[in-house]
């Protein structure tokens, strides 16, 4: 059993090094998107990703219980890739209808607390392959808004959490992979 993720930058081309990397592994493929199509730009995108895979694959669509997918279809044939795990985050903190203030401290939903923690214990206790494909979104400026600074930091504390649990980890910038950790 291999966790690996994938981290990079927007268009890195770290969702397709992942894709690679699944069906390297010979095992039946099973793709979970996170993303939903809200607007005519984000339906654009899942049209892309969906072109690019073949018949061989199997998608699930799973914006929030991402533990109860991996809990369900991880299995020793079988490698699951999640794209992509920003995405689910940012489905965690703006699920529910909530007024966010400009300066500030802000208190993510209850969602996030239990979605995030069996994940967590559901990616430990993985038993196939997982390959999972993330943002890199703090090596820019600093957000101005506390909404912005926000989501920066918890989508940096995830990626740190992901990575400790994970067997490897590659960084993909312009197409190029570089492994951190791992072989």
């Not at 369900?72 to 965690?92: E, R």
């Not at 990616?123 to 392959?129: I, N």
């Not at 090596?139 to 959490?161: C, H, K, Y």
Request: charged share 20%; aromatic share 6%.
């Amino acid at each position: 059993m291999m966790r690996t993720m994938v981290i990079g930058g927007t268009r890195s081309g770290k969702s397709t090094y992942a894709e690679s990397l699944a069906k390297a592994s010979g095992k039946q493929l099973i793709y979970v998107a996170t993303s939903e199509a809200g607007d005519d730009e984000m339906m654009h995108r899942i049209v892309h990703h969906r072109a690019r895979r073949d018949a061989a694959w199997v998608t699930l669509e799973e914006p929030i219980a991402l533990a109860a997918i991996i809990e369900q279809h991880s299995t020793p044939d079988s490698v699951l890739l999640i794209d992509c795990l920003t995405v689910w985050l940012s489905n965690l903190l703006f699920s529910e209808a909530m007024a966010f203030p400009e300066i500030g401290i802000i208190e993510p939903p209850a969602i996030f607390h239990t979605q995030s923690n069996a994940f967590f214990q559901a990616l430990a206790g993985a038993r196939g392959d997982i390959v999972l494909v993330t943002n890199e979104v703090g090596q820019g400026v600093v957000p101005t808004g506390a909404i912005s600074r926000w989501f920066v930091d918890e989508s940096g504390r995830m990626n740190q959490a992901v990575a400790a649990l994970c067997d490897r980890v590659v960084l993909v910038t312009a197409g190029l992979p570089l492994t951190l950790k791992g072989g």
